[in-house]
Structure formats: C-alpha cells, structure tokens
C-alpha cells in the first residue's frame, strides 16, 4: 500500500517522539521543520487515531478521578487512594491517613499558621506524620476541645502533637467543643481566652480538618456526644454533615439548630475566607457530607479513598 509523503512524514516524527523518545526540538532539527509545526502534528496523529495513550498503572484510574473532581469543583488538589475488595477498613484508612501527612509535610512553609479541627482521622495522619523542624511555624486548633476521656482525639492534643512532629509553636483552645447549654455557649464566646482563640482560627493558611455525617457514622455519635433527642433534631433540621464547629445542610451552609448553637469554634462559612482547607476522609458514607462542601467553597484540598470520589462524581 503506497503511503503519502504527508502521512510518511506524521508516522515517523510520531515513532521518534514516542517510541524513541527524542524531543520535539530535535526532531524539529532533524526533520527541518519548525517546532510547532511538529506538535501541531503530533496532535493531527491523536485526533486521527494513529497514537493512542494508555496509561499502564494501576493508579491512573484514580488520578483520573482526582482530576474529574478537581475540575468539577476547581479544587487545588485532590488525593484519591485506591481501594478494593480485599482491603480492609482500617488498612484504607491508614492509607489515607499517610497520603494526607506526606502531602501535609511536603507544604508546609515556614512561618505559617496552620489549623487543626478533631477526631479520628486527624489523629490517624498526626500518627504517620514524619518528624521534621518548622520552628517559625504556629500550629492552633479550629474548635474546643473535647472530654478528657477522649484525649486521643481532642483538638488542644491534637495541636500539642502535630507541633510536637513538626517542631513548631502552638496556641491551644480553652473551651469545650460542645457547650452543655446555648446560655453557656454565649457567656464562652464572650470571654477574651475565646475570642482570641477564634481570631486566631479563622486567619490560619491551612486548614486541616475532617467532615463525619451525622446521620450515619459521625465521631460526635460515637463518642456519646449526640443521643437520641440530637439525632431527631439533626434529622428534623435537615443535617447532612458536621465539621468544625458546625452541623451543616445541603449547601454547605450551617443549620442553626440547638446544637450548632452550642458548638465553639469556626463555623463552615469562615472555612471559605482560609486560604487553603484540606478535608480528610474515608468511607462512602462521608461523600454526603463532603459535597456540600464542594457546593459551599470550603475546601480547596481533599484526601480520599476511591469510594468517596466515585460516589461524589
């Protein structure tokens, strides 16, 4: 079969750009023809069907949904962590929790401040953080803390340890996460201990927090924070997930319930005036509760396992 010169000339600039791996300014040279003459053909050689890519890792497929949902919601960054049937819950959940504090690691810049909420999966990245020295760093918790019985996953410790890997500085938050009353709640956020805390709060570079859907498997449940009359209410106000010092609806916005009322700490609006907010998540369930964060702005980075991103999209 006679071959045109045309297409003589596109296969062999497509085999030494590809299959010998030469670049377009030496090929350019060699074939004496300007470089964007050679790419405009080697993406006539696409178009027409004559090369086609295929990535052959087994971590494209979730890069490519890391991708889908960045450009969906133009997000800086999304970390996706395959899984599959074999994995285990907690293997998943380590997984993402390392992902997220490399990630953590290799952005940190010197004299940031960076925010912390609580729980279980910001205790689990604290847990793989590598040590490094960050002394001009200032690291402060978002929200109160929580009961002694759970220091584990409380804000003030979790602050102390995160500092404690990173060798920075620290500021703590002396007030409880959930107040027992409204009345309480207001007379706190009128104390000057308080207001500061906030103030620092909302003008952290990074954010660092987790989202639990309230409805489902939230670390407030587990803990024995919500009770029978909280889960009616949160149902009743149509909650579809809590982060910070917030229980928020559809939009990403915070349902001004009792309990939110109770709640000291930022509140998912200010999350949208931090530069950069990282969600921290796994399990299929927290995609509920993660897109209406999407909706609302409040995150710019999102580490999660694949579940989450294929039930988002």
């Known amino acids: 079969m006679k071959i045109s010169e045309d297409r003589r000339k596109m296969l062999k600039i497509v085999t030494m750009y590809y299959e010998q791996g030469l670049t377009q300014a030496v090929i350019a040279k060699k ?6 003459v050679i790419s405009k053909i080697l993406q006539q050689a696409k178009d027409n069907g004559i ?15 890391g991708l889908r949902i960045e450009n969906k919601y133009d997000l800086r960054d999304v970390l996706v962590i395959p899984t599959n049937e074999q994995k285990q819950p907690e ?44 002394p001009s760093i200032n690291v402060c918790p978002l929200v109160g803390g ?42 706190l956020n009128e104390t000057k201990l308080v207001k500061t805390a906030m103030e620092q709060a909302k003008h952290v570079d990074l954010a660092i927090i987790g989202v639990g859907n309230p409805n489902e498997s939230s670390t407030w449940k587990r803990l024995g924070y919500i009770g029978e009359d ?22 990403g916005q915070t349902v001004n319930n009792e309990i939110s009322q109770r709640m000291l700490g930022v509140k998912v609006e200010d999350l949208v005036h931090i530069p950069d907010v990282m969600v921290i998540a796994c399990g299929e369930e927290k995609a509920e509760s993660i897109k209406p964060l999407l909706l609302g702005k409040c995150c710019t980075i999102l580490v999660i396992d694949q579940a989450i991103a294929e039930a988002i999209l």
């Open 146 to 187: 929580v009961s002694s019985e759970h220091l584990y996953f409380d804000t003030n410790h979790l602050v102390f340890r995160l500092a404690e890997k990173i060798n920075s500085r620290c500021q703590y938050f002396y007030a409880p996460a959930l107040a027992e009353s409204i009345e309480l709640a207001n007379i």
């Open 51 to 65: 090369v086609s890519i295929s990535i052959k890792d087994e971590s494209a497929y979730v890069v490519e949904l």
């Open 230 to 251: 909280e889960a009616r209410l949160i149902k009743q106000t149509d909650v579809k997930g809590d982060a910070v010092a917030s229980l928020f609806d559809k939009n």
């Open 91 to 134: 293997a998943i959940q380590r997984e993402v929790s390392i992902a997220a504090s490399f990630y953590v690691k290799e952005h940190l810049k010197a004299d940031m401040a960076v925010g912390l909420s609580w729980g279980t999966t910001l205790a689990d990245m604290i847990d793989e953080m590598p040590y490094c020295s960050f």
């Open 31 to 36: 074939m004496g023809i300007s470089r964007p």
